[in-house]
């Protein structure tokens, strides 16, 4: 019996976007392994994280430590989907190394809503509790001025997600 090849999900999208909504629809779509930078970062680092400076340092931290475990489970045929935030060129680049080094497939979801939609979903998301960190109004600004939406010359399967 031929083994399937594995798949890393990835997720593009401003902050409240709904990246981890559909990073969860689409691991129980497709029985795979859901991996949270958010769930992560929160237990290991949370009472260190205050600043965007800190969020940043502590997620590379995350990346370098995670990077070469989630190649060997994706090589092993363990499709996996990656609840980081793909919106940079840099951090594409890192999960592109991922999947490549593991000879696995991969689908790149980019949610691309207006930054209004964000900002209204990102206040409701923080006036719940429902989510292990809470940004406010300066952070969604400093986090989305470094957005970047992938590009075709990147090379990544993409799925594109619009609405509202």
Known sequence: MHKSKATLYLLCGKIAAGKSTLAAE????????????DFWTF????PEMHE???YVRFSRRLRE???????????????IVLDFPANTRAVRAWMKNIYETAGADHQLHFLDLPDD???DRLRERNASGSHDFAANDEQFDLITSDFEAPG???GFTIILHRGT
Not at 26 to 37: D, K, N, P
């Open 65 to 79: 430590a995670i990077g070469p475990h989630l190649a060997e489970l994706l090589g092993a045929g363990l499709s």
């Open 117 to 119: 939609l964000c900002r």
């Open 52 to 54: 965007v400076a800190d």
């Open 43 to 46: 237990r290991l680092f949370g």
């Open 26 to 37: 689409i691991a129980q779509r497709h029985g795979a392994l859901l991996v949270s930078e």
């Open 152 to 154: 075709e010359d990147e």
